[in-house]
């Protein structure tokens, strides 16, 4: 695997913790509209969840974002600069990618609580998400 340089690791970094803070932002209020709808359900459980989980996620990747933005900065105070690039990378990798597949299935979870009919629109369109984004992010060499 070739390794990437700081440079476009850093700007990768600044841009998945845009994302992340908007995507985090709009888990957080999802979060809060189930909560207040007041139904107790197990399907409900599940979907706040879910909900719980993409915002938290998503709260830990924008702080590893940024902790690897700090330290690939090539002006970054020396205690910076001996740190690992490897542990915030793959903190924000992994923080990304469950706060993204945990927001599309607590999307998907959510029509259930309506109606079946709109139940089983919501599940497909999340897989159908689900497949688009860990098309573009995994390969399979």
Do not use: D, K, N
């Not at 985090?24 to 399907?43: D, I, M, P, V, Y």
């Not at 259930?112 to 984004?133: D, K, M, N, Y």
Request: aromatic residues 8%; charged residues 5%; contains cysteine.
């Amino acid at each position: 695997m070739e390794p990437l340089s700081p440079a476009y690791l850093s700007t990768l970094a600044a841009q998945l913790a845009s994302l992340s803070a908007f995507l985090g932002g709009f888990a957080a209020t999802f979060l809060a509209t189930l909560l207040t709808l007041g139904h107790q359900s197990r399907l409900m459980t599940v979907t706040i969840s879910f909900a719980v989980i993409s915002s938290v996620a998503f709260i830990v990747t924008v702080v590893a974002a940024t902790m690897l933005t700090a330290v690939l900065h090539p002006e970054a105070p020396r205690l910076m600069a001996t740190l690992s690039a490897s542990t915030p990378q793959t903190i924000l990798t992994l923080g990304f990618s469950l706060g993204t597949l945990s927001l599309l299935a607590s999307l998907g979870c959510s029509g259930w609580a309506r109606s079946r009919r709109i139940g089983w629109i919501t599940t497909i369109v999340a897989l159908i998400g689900a497949v688009f984004i860990i098309g573009m992010t995994v390969r399979v060499s």
